[in-house]
């Protein structure tokens, strides 16, 4: 017999963190009580629209028709906005569930440590556009402190982000170009990226190209190699900093079989070198020695994925849905919402794959 649909709200209730509700009223999000009675009520309607992928207009609609409220779709945009920080609130604690508290380490205390990134958005229907969402996140408390709107010809780059001293931006390879780290170091930041080998050439001095394969098949698993080298920019070299970690042989096999089949769609070769650099994990950042070691270089980088794969979830299962371009403070909001319902759809996968026989979370447990 198919499981009424109430019931499934009251399961992924269960997931929520505890004291979710006053939170509701502490932040804002509930105010007066006239249109939409409870914050169980409020975060039903909204995760129509940010799980949904629903437009304001068709979620007033569906929440009329679940006796939810009757609200017009203006008065939920207002809802939205006004709820932003409680969804960052949700957000930063159902994260603290999943994988315990992570606060920011003493060797970090005077950076602002802001993940970047971008997605391709594609509005639904069959005049859809599409845009290119940017944005930051900082990575000790989950919060979105720039996005930015473009259509596709906007690549991803640092130079879409404002910076100041004391930020330490990390991106992916993508970002990983002289004109985006030039731009970071500039504005008196500080970057940390996965190297893109043919973006620029890495020198040991100003005579010798540094032969990155040669030094890399000297490590062993679980060795972390820590090279200060140079890039050249305007005839000029500048320093940077070079870390690497060797992969196990089974994530190295399956990062050669994805590059294979990523040239392969692009009708391009794939040169043994390119190949073979594969097997490793190859960051590139300006924070010293004197700063930070290097295996704390690495374990800052894989930090990086606790928001990546959560908005990974979004781009590939959940869709992106309608995002409002216009309003800044409603963008802001939708991003924490969507922040919300990807730690949401891990903590119900987590859930299942360590099987409780009862298929839900209790609070208070041992």
Known sequence: MEMDFDENWKLLLQFLPEGWEQQAQELGAIVRRRKILSAERLLRILLIHLADGCSMRETVVRAREADLADI?????????????????????????????PVHQPRWLQEFTVRLVDASVITEPGSTGSDWRLHYSIELFGLSCDHFQITDQTVGESFRNFPVKQGDLLIGDRGYGSIAGINYVLDHEGDFLVRLRSKAFTLMANDRDEFQLLEQFRTLDYGEVGDFELFYTSNNHLKPIRVCVLKKAPDAAERSKKAAVQGQIKKQRPLNEETLELQEYVVVATSLTRDQVAAGDVMALYRLRWQVELAFKRLKSILGLGHLPKTDPVSAQAWLHGKMLVALLAAAIVDEGRRFSPWGYPLHGSV
């Open 72 to 100: 017009s779709d203006v008065a939920l945009f207002k809802r939205l906005k006004a709820s932003s920080e409680w969804l960052r609130w949700l957000s930063v604690n159902l994260a603290d569930q999943l994988h315990g």
